[in-house]
């Protein structure tokens, strides 16, 4: 066993590590960023059903601005505990049946 094959052996095995350690294109584009889009769409979503419920009740009773107002608040309100709801079940999904990290 010469110092050629040890460095090819050394060589290999470097390149095994830097593939392990570099991201996969799974990694960027994987559920997380499908989660954090879900996420950003339910938390406008309810931002804008709020505005337009708002607005809606102040064309119905004259009631300018109070009513977007109140309603854009509970709009975001909404938003933020969707938000939190999804992540705790994402959180809950990705915990192992014994509680422990995988690391």
């Not at 830097?18 to 931002?47: C, E, H, W, Y």
């Not at 505990?81 to 690391?103: E, F, H």
């Amino acid at each position: 066993m010469g110092d050629d094959d040890l460095n090819k052996r050394i060589a290999k095995a470097q390149a095994e590590l830097d593939a392990q350690a570099r991201p996969s294109k799974n990694a960027l584009t994987g559920p997380g960023m499908g989660l954090g889009f879900r996420m950003a769409a339910d938390f406008v979503a309810a931002i804008l059903v709020g505005a337009v419920l708002g607005w809606g009740i102040d064309a119905i009773f004259g009631s300018t601005p109070w009513g977007l107002i109140a309603f854009l608040m509970l709009g975001f309100i909404t938003g933020v505990w969707n938000v939190v709801r999804t992540a705790q079940a994402a959180n809950k999904a990705n915990t192992p049946p014994n509680g422990k990290s995988p690391d």
